[in-house]
């Protein structure tokens, strides 16, 4: 049967066409300023809710005794504080979409920017 694949081969010219195409492409790794950001991004999701009633947990009888007095100070300023951390809230969620919002645009220009290099690349003659 002279119709037999050369496995081995088509497999070899499969991956040199891969590797050419990915050759093509634009080098999209982050910058370290990039890195840092997502860094930041990551870090902004961890401290965005602000809450007002941390625990309060004395070990001394003199401790107790202060951590009661100020449950009782926070009790009946909750209708004072609560509206503050609630509108902190509103704005931390705000601004962590916004600065996720503008990180997955400059992602997206940078691409399109790389795209536009290795157009204009491919365009130029070779000299």
């Known amino acids: 049967m002279s119709d ?3 496995v081995a081969a088509t497999l070899a010219a499969l991956r040199a066409e891969v590797r050419a195409q990915r050759a093509r492409l634009p080098n999209l790794d982050p910058t370290p300023a990039e890195r840092e950001l997502q860094r930041v991004v990551e870090e902004l ?3 965005r809710v602000v809450s007002a009633h941390w625990p309060l947990e004395g070990r001394t009888p003199f401790e107790k005794v202060i951590a009661f007095i100020n449950k009782v100070v ?3 300023l909750r209708w004072y504080i609560n509206p503050i951390v609630e509108q ?3 704005f931390n969620d705000t601004a962590v979409r916004a ?3 503008l990180v997955a645009e400059n992602t997206a ?3 399109e920017l790389a795209a536009l290099h290795a157009q204009l690349q491919q365009s130029q003659p070779s000299s």
């Open 4 to 6: 037999e694949i050369d």
């Open 109 to 111: 220009l940078r691409a």
């Open 45 to 47: 999701e961890y401290t």
């Open 88 to 90: 902190q809230n509103a």
């Open 74 to 76: 926070r009790r009946y």
């Open 99 to 101: 600065i996720r919002l």
